[in-house]
């Protein structure tokens, strides 16, 4: 089941931007959560940002200030703004359409339905 689709993704220096896309498809549930995670080479997957079908966002510490999360008006595409690019963001990022009481960067674990994500290298 193909639940949603990354894209955007690229290789840009450190201090660059990228603007990243999640395309929602129909679903069997309404989601009113969509979360941007990331995984790097070696390393757990995070989640980055999210944005509750109110339009609230929040960050993990590390993005807050640099990425920005929105949603458009029909809320089936939801994008990712990362400025400010550093080395440390290089990973593959994914997002996911979610439902859930509060709107948090959890994972929801590996039996979600991930999609291919889209990587992203930031260069020194």
């Known amino acids: 089941r193909v639940t949603q689709e990354e894209s955007g993704g690229g290789s840009v220096q450190a201090g660059g931007s990228l603007r990243l896309s999640c395309t929602i498809y129909t679903l069997p549930y309404s989601p009113n959560c969509i979360v941007w995670f990331r995984r790097s080479l070696g390393k757990k997957r995070e989640g980055v940002a999210a944005?509750?079908?109110?339009?609230?966002?929040r960050y993990i510490d590390s993005v807050a200030g640099r990425f920005s999360i929105s949603q458009d008006k029909t809320k089936k595409i939801v994008a990712l703004q990362m400025n400010n690019l550093q080395p440390e963001d290089t990973a593959t990022y994914y997002c996911?359409?979610?439902?859930?009481?509060?709107?948090?960067?959890?994972?929801?674990?590996?039996?979600?339905?991930w999609g291919q994500g889209t990587q992203v290298i930031v260069s020194s």
């Open positions: 996911a359409a979610l439902s859930r009481g509060k709107c948090t960067t959890g994972d929801p674990g590996d039996g979600y339905w």
């Open positions: 944005i509750d079908s109110g339009g609230n966002s």
